[in-house]
């Protein structure tokens, strides 16, 4: 979330690939398509996403100072901590350092539910994650990379980055997002735990460390990488581009995120399965998306990053009530 990031290089949870659709390995971004005319995307995920979480950071940490004032100067505390270790470390620039740090706020609040209180049991945990799954994949071989000139970039990560990788998360886990879930006939299940609630939250932050694992560690594995929609060898740094090996490590860190958090978030095994899987899928929409539309130049990698992440939560949604009927997990 704070060490890792990119912009046309390694992501983290905080940051976003430059061409947003690295999922599963596949390269780098395209610098055949000049993606100038779309920083409005940029901007329009940033406006979405912001706002609102620190909104409802605002309200939360206010409600909870006249509940439990420990629940409020640990959440502001530790998200605060955290954006000021980003901003001095220089992966983020101020504006990114206080985004993360309304998002992380937003997300921790709307995941405490275990008294007494214990930061960990929210979704610190899972971002947290996050953060060291990325920090390794992009440490990993960097000699290598910089001599391919995918290597993490040196800058600060943008406020805009931070909101189209983590904002996702925070938007849907919010308290109008539960009582929208929660007024949900087909999400009313018996055999749901309360944590279910959190499931597509989750999921959002399964795909944004399989995005970046991925990428990171596809480079690695595999030097001729395929295009998802075609099959066909494409050249490293062809958005839409897909590697075996990036394709399985990303399941990995999807898998990781998933069982850290339903662990923390005390879920049952529905919650462990159904984030893991949106996380999955969210991956390969992401690659899809970066082969079809970035490459055409109609989405820039913000716009790439955040609507995968919101297209791994909302797959979960949809799977919720279906896999919590089955048999095998019960």
Not at 170 to 198: D, E, K, M, Y
Not at 224 to 245: C, H, N, Q
């Amino acid at each position: 979330m704070f060490c890792s990031a990119i912009e046309c290089k390694p992501i983290d949870p905080w940051t976003t690939s430059a061409s947003g659709s690295f999922a599963l390995g596949w390269g780098r971004y395209d610098e055949s398509v000049d993606q100038s005319n779309l920083q409005w995307q940029s901007k329009a995920v940033l406006l979405l996403v912001l706002p609102a979480v620190a909104v409802d950071a605002v309200f939360e940490a206010r409600w909870w100072s006249a509940q439990a004032t420990s629940v409020a100067i640990w959440t502001l505390g530790l998200s605060a901590l955290l954006g000021l270790f980003a901003w001095t470390a220089r992966s983020a620039t101020s504006g990114a350092a206080f985004t993360g740090a309304a998002i992380t706020a937003s997300l921790m609040f709307s995941t405490t539910m275990t008294f007494p209180y214990e930061p960990w049991r929210t979704g610190l945990t899972p971002v947290l994650a996050v953060l060291i799954l990325t920090s390794i994949s992009t440490g990993l071989g960097r000699r290598h990379k910089e001599h391919l000139g995918t290597a993490e970039s040196r800058r600060g990560r943008k406020a805009a980055q931070v909101a189209a990788n983590l904002g996702a998360a925070a938007l849907v886990s919010s308290g109008i997002a539960q009582s929208w879930q929660i007024n949900q006939s087909w999400l009313r299940l018996p055999t749901l735990a309360p944590s279910a609630v959190f499931t597509a939250g989750l999921a959002a932050l399964c795909e944004a460390a399989a995005d970046t694992v991925s990428s990171e560690l596809g480079q690695l594995f595999d030097t001729r990488p395929r295009m998802i929609t075609t099959l066909r060898v494409a050249k490293a740094g062809t958005d839409g581009a897909i590697s075996l090996g990036g394709t399985m490590a990303g399941v990995g860190a999807a898998s990781v995120v998933a069982l850290v958090g339903s662990a923390a978030l005390r879920g049952d095994p529905v919650v462990f399965y159904v984030s893991w899987v949106g996380g999955v899928f969210g991956l390969l929409f992401d690659s899809v998306l970066g082969a079809t539309l970035e490459r055409r130049g109609w989405l820039n990698n913000d716009a790439v990053n955040f609507l995968s992440t919101l297209s791994a939560a909302a797959f979960a949604l949809a799977a919720l009530p279906f896999l919590a009927q089955t048999k095998m997990l019960h």
